[in-house]
């Protein structure tokens, strides 16, 4: 438990907690990729069995923890809750993998305008560590400027990972839903998010 987060009575599986395993983590429907390599998150070995570098996975199992501790989760194996671990799994990817112009134009963006000088330095932990909360906050509030999705550059790089601004207003959603929840314990998202980071995979490399 985190100090001053009143925890409800989970819907998730505690493993969600001290370390999910991959079947829950990642169903079938965001595992499959249309790259012909795979994303950071989720390699192959020659016999199949899946591999996950533990940063970017324990990045996305802190950011689903936040959620549940916000209670903001939907019931666990529902194509809601499916929906939102496709999302934080895939928007991971596309800003660790895509070479789309506009998809990196909005990651670099996004921290220039709410980072100045410090921009290159939360770029690169996320480029080495997966989610960030400054990285979480940067690219909400630029995903949810007035022109962002304006023009169909952005749209279009999203495609090959499978989402696009419905996946991102779902993240969105979560997020205010958390940000407000945790106000009123008197915690913000970002002290969090940062306790669940600490508890999950990859955290000593932070």
Known sequence: MIH????????????????????????????SQPRPEAPPLVTQSAGQSLRTPSPYVGSVMALL????????LPPEGTPQANGIIKAAI?????????????VQQFFVQAHRVKFGTRAGEVEDSFRQRGWSAD???????????????SGPGLSEGLREFNIGQSDFD???????RSTAAFAIQGKTFQEVYTQRRRE????KSE
């Open 135 to 149: 990285t979480i906050d940067a690219v909400i509030e630029a995903g949810q400027a007035e022109n962002a999705w």
């Open 4 to 31: 001053g987060v009143e925890r409800r009575q989970s819907q998730w599986p505690q493993p969600l907690v001290v370390g999910l395993s991959l079947s829950v983590l990642f169903p079938a429907i965001v595992l």
């Open 200 to 203: 999950m995979p990859g955290a």
């Open 170 to 176: 779902v993240l969105a959603q979560l997020y205010q």
């Open 90 to 102: 895939q928007f991971q990817s596309a800003f660790l993998k895509s070479h789309h112009p506009a």
């Open 65 to 72: 923890a936040t959620f549940e501790d916000a209670g903001v």
